[in-house]
């Protein structure tokens, strides 16, 4: 996986899946029958009549117009926290992918071939009796060697051994892109090693967050009693973990903090380096994670390393082993005995609020797609995507692209100067839809039907083989960050790319029997919002190259801020976190404004034909609204407003379309109707 998709899931570390992303983080949606109101709204008009609220008008509540009665008739799931369409489409394709593992598991595959590693992969996964008979067998070797430790050498050691199999303990190392030379790549290291999903969570007054601290000194204490431990120990293990997690988190970074690139961004030599940390070595810790040649390294958060520095010289040998101990017991009990696995799938539940556990089968299934995401995605690809979806799905992101050019080359607020880089710019971003254009073949990694642990810790080995194999060289571009079956989207500033999984192409986000209408008003929108994301307020700051550069005229970059500050104002006013949220939130809009403007010229000419009573530029809101419209449980909401940097889904309709005068013409809102706002009051981006 690139180096700068590990940076950023190091920076963003926690128990959330996919966050950063156009489309939120994945929840845990089961299976929806082709004979569910998704699937039939899916196959007519990419919207079902049944979605509408008809007590609601829609200059009223547009979120409740347009879902409530979608809402009423899809309550969250037990086994998920949130639930939107997006979701349902989540749990289709994870039905598919199960389908697909079963029977490519029953089914002879040459030896290495995507089949047999996916399908051995997931059958060791699956079987549980060999699971539960090989039981701390394939970690005893790490326990012993922690267990083990006598001083601050021997702490290095074991965190670099750890980190090669897959743990997170105290800090994140890797490569990326050298963010002002993005052609070279260089070694990293970032601020990392916590339990809970955010630094805030250790220190925030509430009483969610206090029950979330206290139910995690819960879990831990479990944990350790299944390694093993007595009672009394495995209390006194726990609480030492929790000391040592709440030092580092002193000197972490808020996730707001973590999104400016530029201030995440020092490079030094390794010497230098060094003097932030002098009891932890740092040459030979990269000597043991197989890094050789280090001359360069990003220091992301060098506080961060100074107060780590600290907590290793002050913290008890005893409570360091018992961190890193518990980090191993992090990264194994997914794949270790089904206690173990159980335990964490149900403390992530409960920090979400989830109400019941997901199935091994779910379990597995995402297992596979996150550690053999080519192999499942190109048996993915050959059974669910067709070359004339990928074909209209690029025709419609190569529209959306020429909307934004032509928006750019017109707007009167830019200089020549800036709007000659901009332009550049978005030329240069690379389109990447359905799957990569070549596959991982993992040739170098056995995985069998034995342990799935063993599977595992190989695949992990692998990918530290891997991480800085490329040092010095020009960054490799080849291969994507996201499985092909993934329903989301994304922009990399670093790669100035975009792309868009076979996963996210399909109804009722896309498809080649819908009219325009609705596919600009999903599909086109989510395209618009990731292109925006490269002129947001981080993505603008990086050239055509990724490079970080300022290569903004200063009046334009004030005009840009006046605008950008009007939708944080009018997001804080929300109660959002708009220094988290502000990226996604200017994405929102600008990538609605974007989108409408194509679907208007796609219209140019045609008759305006209405279907279920509704013209083309209604449909483009409904569309719009179903979405981004998203139903979460009360755990779930809080959470997010520390970890999350989208906006409420309600919040991120609601917000969008109060400043579109298009979204007024097109329902005839006026004046005194809540959905109205007026001109002078109205943010914008293009």
């Known amino acids: 996986m690139r180096g700068t998709l590990l940076r950023l899931a190091g920076l963003l570390a926690g128990l959330m899946l996919l966050v950063n992303l156009a489309l939120g983080a994945e929840s845990a949606p089961l299976f929806v029958s082709p004979t569910s109101p998704a699937a039939i709204m899916s196959a007519a008009r990419g919207f079902n009549l049944a979605n509408i609220d008809p007590t609601c008008k829609p200059c009223q509540d547009f979120f409740r117009y347009a879902m409530g009665g979608w809402h009423a008739d899809n309550p969250i799931p037990a086994t998920a926290s949130r639930w939107s369409v997006l979701d349902q489409l989540r749990g289709a394709n994870r039905a598919s992918l199960h389908d697909i593992l079963e029977d490519v598991s029953h089914d002879a595959w040459p030896h290495g071939s995507p089949g047999q590693k996916a399908g051995d992969y997931y059958a060791s996964c699956m079987n549980v009796r060999e699971r539960d008979l090989a039981g701390l067998g394939p970690i005893q070797v790490y326990v012993h060697s922690i267990r083990a430790i006598k001083d601050l050498s021997d702490v290095r050691l074991q965190t670099a051994v750890l980190q090669n199999i897959g743990a997170k303990p105290f800090f994140f190392a890797g490569t990326e892109g050298d963010p002002r030379d993005e052609q070279r790549t260089i070694a990293f290291i970032a601020q990392g090693g916590l339990g809970l999903p955010d630094r805030a969570l250790y220190f925030a007054p509430d009483a969610r967050a206090d029950l979330i601290r206290n139910d995690y000194v819960a879990h831990v204490t479990r944990d350790f009693r299944l390694l093993g431990d007595d009672l009394a120990t495995s209390y006194a293990e726990a609480h030492a973990v929790i ?39 740092l040459s030979l810790f990269l000597r043991d994670r197989m890094a050789s040649n280090v001359d360069a390294i990003d220091v992301s958060q060098p506080e961060y390393f100074r107060n780590l520095d600290t907590v290793l010289r002050n913290t008890p040998v005893t409570e360091l082993r018992a961190y890193l101990l518990y980090r191993l017991i992090e990264r194994a009990s997914p794949a270790l005995t089904m206690s173990f696995s159980d335990e964490a799938d149900l403390f992530d539940g409960s920090l979400v609020g989830r109400h019941e556990q997901q199935p091994l089968w779910y379990r597995c299934v995402r297992s596979v797609d996150t550690d053999l995401p080519d192999a499942l995605g190109q048996l993915y690809v050959e059974r669910e995507f067709s070359p004339e979806t990928r074909v209209e799905a690029k025709h419609l992101i190569s529209t959306i692209q020429t909307t934004l050019r032509d928006d750019l080359s017109t707007l009167g607020w830019m200089s020549e100067s800036t709007r000659h880089e901009a332009l550049a710019k978005l030329d240069a971003i690379a389109d990447h839809v359905g799957y990569p254009e070549s596959w991982r073949s993992y040739e170098t990694v056995n995985i069998d039907r034995g342990t799935f642990l063993d599977n595992s810790l190989r695949l992990s080995l692998y990918r530290a083989r891997n991480t800085f194999t490329h040092l010095g060289r020009n960054v490799s571009r080849e291969f994507w960050s996201m499985s092909a079956p993934t329903v989301n989207a994304s922009y990399s500033a670093a790669y100035n790319d975009i792309t868009f999984p076979a996963g996210l192409l399909q109804p009722p986000f896309f498809s080649t029997h819908f009219d325009d209408a609705t596919n600009f008003g999903a599909l086109g929108v989510i395209v618009a919002h990731e292109l925006t994301h490269a002129f947001d307020d981080e993505g603008r700051r990086s050239d055509a190259q990724g490079n970080l550069r300022d290569w903004w005229q200063p009046a334009d970059a004030a005009a840009w801020s006046v605008r950008a500050n009007c939708v944080a104002r009018e997001y804080g006013e929300l109660h959002e976190n708009d220094k988290l949220i502000i990226g996604e939130a200017l994405a929102d809009l600008g990538g609605a404004e974007i989108a409408y403007d194509a679907l208007e010229r796609s219209l140019a000419g045609k008759p305006r034909t209405k279907i279920d009573g509704w013209t083309p530029e209604q449909r483009f809101f409904l569309a719009f609204a179903q979405t981004y419209s998203t139903f979460d449980r009360p755990e779930r909401m809080r959470l997010d407003e520390i970890v999350d940097p989208h906006p409420d889904g309600r919040d991120r309709v609601l917000g969008t379309l109060i400043n579109m005068p298009q979204f007024a013409a097109a329902f005839d809102c006026h004046r005194r109707d809540p959905m109205y706002r007026a001109p002078a009051q109205r943010c914008g981006l293009w």
């Open 243 to 281: 000391a040592v997690e709440i030092e580092l988190a002193r000197g972490s970074r808020t996730r707001a903090a973590l999104r400016d690139r530029a201030a995440n961004y020092h490079k030094m030599t390794l010497a230098e380096a060094q003097l932030l940390i002098p009891s932890f070595d």
